[in-house]
């Protein structure tokens, strides 16, 4: 168990002294938070790209029910195009 605590490593004080691999984990939290952080920012360069990108990615999950679905109403679409 940990609280907040800025002046500690990692910013959280081990509540628990003798808590069986309780650095191990914050130091393995460490290094996911590192990496997804140096992964966002090397294919992302503002916060606005990644709202757009996820709102694109919900568009096309919404539109691929919708088809699975509703398949009879875009096979007529389809006929007018």
């Known amino acids: 168990m940990a609280v907040p605590d800025s002046s500690y490593l990692y910013g959280l004080k081990l509540v628990i002294k003798d808590y069986p691999y ?5 130091q393995i939290w ?7 952080t140096e992964y966002r920012n090397f294919y992302y360069s503002s916060s606005e790209m990644v709202e757009e990108n996820y709102l694109k990615s919900e568009i096309s999950i ?10 009879e ?3 007529l679409t389809e006929d007018f195009v």
């Open 62 to 71: 919404l539109k691929d029910d919708f088809i699975l679905i509703f398949p």
């Open 30 to 36: 460490e290094a996911i938070e590192t990496w997804v």
């Open 73 to 75: 109403i875009v096979l």
């Open 22 to 26: 309780a650095m191990d984990r914050l």
